[in-house]
């Protein structure tokens, strides 16, 4: 057997505040983790997730002694997974309101990440925050809070529903997502986002839509590099139907990870 596919993955972040509620011990630890349903998604027989903790420079490791470059010399392939909102700062804003500050911190780490995979040619998937965050990396621009900005907009997120706040999505034809699902139109996927892209980035193609508000749901850049993002969350899809009529994720993480072999067996 060939050796398996190294997929790196950005970690989420728990910063710790003051006081903390009803928590304690490592919770008054800055935490880098990764969620489970994420992993699970991308293993299997022949790929391994590893997750790509952050190097600050506060921290022990100096950025001198480790890069995120080397991660991605090492690597095969990236998933941003979904998290905290980005800091309106990353794409020249201010908060509107203070919960929307997002985490800069992370944003930092992850542009960093992309830049570094992106200058190896390795391929990279964006998931919810990370569809939001490669936009970002390209210039786009985002919506701080959809309810408020575009009013007439679907319910994009309802906390109490979770991963099963749902609606539907239309693929834009002609694109490589479309072709991925030939038999299809437009499914449904889950809703787990307040903030949405705005303004588009550089390069980039729409390849799905919200349906009926036409909030951008699928991205994919044109440039030299292979870069796909998405607003919903298909780790959660993969492990049950929360949905009779959800999007089966497989074909998108196929084609994920054979761009990743084909850019493997380059060299």
Same mark, same amino acid.
């Given at each position: ?7 790196? %993955?950005?970690?989420?972040? =728990?910063?710790?505040?003051?006081p903390i509620p009803d928590l304690g011990g490592v919770f008054t630890k800055t935490l880098h983790y ?12 022949? &790929? ?30 990236? &998933? ?22 997002? $985490?800069? &911190? ?7 990440? +992309? ?5 190896? /040619?390795?391929?990279?998937?964006? +998931? ?27 319910? =994009? ?26 038999? %299809?139109?437009?499914?449904? +996927?889950?809703?787990? =986002?307040?903030? /949405? ?7 980039? &193609? +729409? ?6 508000? /036409? ?7 044109? /440039? ?23 999007? $089966? ?19």
């Amino acid at each position: 057997m060939s050796a398996p596919l190294l997929i790196g %993955l950005s970690a989420r972040i =728990h910063h710790p505040t003051r006081p903390i509620p009803d928590l304690g011990g490592v919770f008054t630890k800055t935490l880098h983790y990764l969620e489970q349903s994420m992993a699970h998604w991308l293993m299997s027989r022949d &790929v391994l997730a590893l997750m790509i903790p952050p190097i600050e420079s506060e921290g022990r490791l100096l950025r001198a002694d480790m890069s995120l470059r080397a991660y991605a010399e090492a690597l095969d392939g990236l &998933v941003l997974q979904g998290g905290n909102d980005l800091a309106p700062q990353s794409y020249g804003e201010q908060p509107l309101q203070p919960q929307w500050s997002g $985490d800069p &911190v992370r944003d930092k780490y992850e542009l960093e990440l +992309v830049d570094a995979f992106i200058g190896q /040619g390795k391929p990279i998937i964006g +998931v919810c925050r990370g569809f939001q965050l490669l936009n970002v990396y390209l210039g786009g621009t985002l919506y701080q809070d959809i309810a408020t900005q575009l009013p007439q907009a679907l319910a =994009h997120r309802d906390l109490d529903k979770y991963e099963h706040q749902f609606h539907g999505m239309r693929l834009q034809p002609g694109t490589r997502l479309a072709a991925l699902y030939p038999q %299809l139109s437009g499914a449904a +996927v889950n809703s787990i =986002h307040h903030q /949405g892209i705005k303004d588009l980035g550089r390069g980039l &193609v +729409v390849e799905a839509r919200s349906d009926p508000d /036409g909030l951008i749901e699928a991205i994919r850049w044109s /440039g030299p590099s292979w870069l796909f993002g998405m607003q919903w969350h298909p780790e959660f899809m993969a492990q049950k139907t929360l949905h009779e009529a959800q999007l $089966d994720g497989r074909p998108i993480l196929q084609d994920f990870l054979a761009a990743v072999r084909e850019r493997k067996a380059r060299g």
